[in-house]
């Protein structure tokens, strides 16, 4: 039975609280697991959209994972996720309620064309996440989220604050200065897809099942999860994989469902449930050994700007490709002489 059949027939109108899925990307090569081409995305789209909008409950949510692709043959991008977002809103009706960004550091430095033999763009690393309602006031309560203070806010509450108005027209008031015990997250997700060696993967090794190759990490879909639903409500995944959303929903008490068009993917996704599933490390379990591997840290631009003595750019923009011992000359490390000083965390602390 296909995925819009399952949500037509066993999903009553208005009854799901929360989609979250990662569907098969609108990608340039064609993966096991059926993505459409960038360019038919749309299309192939439509009739799950229309499916989505009928099972919503008004105040629930779509949230939608999905990365980008490159138009094949030259280093530009495809506009076929925006494209997405732009219909689901103005064809059926979603509001965009927010879009966040899943930075991976442990990306690929990809594609390799454009970034690594050429050397004209920079590694592709982010996901596109948009956060879509029927209505304009989806149920949400973003305290579930909650961060840790940066050093440098910790020393604020620590030292006191002066209100003012900043350069830039702010006016800080006193209640900046109150502890509220955590501080509210931005709309950049950093997360490391590392899992090599995990219950799933074990499980389908032992039992010579092919594992699915697009899985996100768990703390992905439980932001969301938690954010936006109450323990009891109803989680759909659509696309669902290897079941990493309904791992999820078991573990904080959430009804489920996922669905896949490949068997043996939710073959495999028994594996998640033989035993009961381990909730990923929290801060206060991670500082005891290192107070900084809790988070992941993004370097300020410059770090290696040394001067401006440079070669020239091609003006071909790249298009001629390289000769490879051209390439292998370029990819020796750069030495610089700046202090490893100038670094900043996630939350603007300089380390």
């Given amino acids: 039975m296909a995925t819009r059949e399952v949500l037509s027939h066993e999903m009553k109108p208005g009854s799901v609280d929360l989609i979250m899925t990662s569907p098969p990307f609108g990608l340039v090569r064609k993966k096991d697991y059926g993505n459409a081409d960038a360019h038919e995305y749309l299309g192939w789209f439509r009739p799950f959209a229309d499916t989505f909008k009928r099972v919503l409950k008004e105040n629930g949510s779509l949230v939608i994972d999905i990365g980008g692709a490159w138009i094949p043959g030259q280093p530009t991008r495809s506009l076929y996720h925006f494209k997405l977002l ?29 970034v690594t033999v050429r050397r004209i763009r920079v590694k592709d ?8 309602s029927p209505t304009p006031w989806p149920r949400a309560e973003n305290r579930r989220v909650l961060q840790p203070y940066s050093e440098s806010m910790r020393d604020l509450l620590r030292n006191g604050y002066k209100p003012m108005k900043r350069p830039s027209g702010h006016d800080i008031s006193e209640k900046f200065g109150i502890d509220n015990g955590a501080a509210i997250p931005p709309n950049l997700i950093a997360l490391a897809h590392t899992e090599s060696n995990g219950q799933y993967l074990r499980y389908c090794k032992e039992l010579g099942i092919k594992a699915h190759p697009a899985r996100y990490p768990a703390e992905l ?8 639903t109450d323990p009891g409500d109803l989680v759909v995944d659509p696309f669902g994989g290897s079941c990493v959303t309904g791992e999820v929903c078991e573990r904080l008490g959430r009804k489920w469902v996922c669905i896949d068009l490949v068997e043996k993917y939710l073959q495999g996704a028994v594996g998640r449930f ?19 591997s809790g988070y992941y840290k993004a370097y300020r631009p410059g770090l290696t700007w040394n001067g401006v003595r440079e070669a020239s750019l091609a003006v071909d923009g790249g298009k001629k490709r390289p000769p490879l011992n051209a390439v292998a000359a370029k990819a020796q490390p750069v030495k610089t002489s700046r202090p490893r000083a100038a670094q900043m965390d996630l939350w603007g602390r300089a380390s």
């Fill in 125 to 132: 690393a982010i996901n596109c996440v948009w956060w879509l």
């Fill in 86 to 114: 732009i219909m689901l809103c103005e064809e059926y009706g979603f509001h965009l309620a927010q879009e966040f960004y899943w930075w991976n550091p442990a990306k690929l430095p990809t594609p390799a064309e454009w």
């Fill in 274 to 292: 033989k035993k009961a599933p381990r909730a990923p490390k929290r801060m206060e379990e991670v500082q005891g050994d290192h107070e900084e």
């Fill in 221 to 228: 879909p439980e932001y969301f999860i938690r954010m936006l």
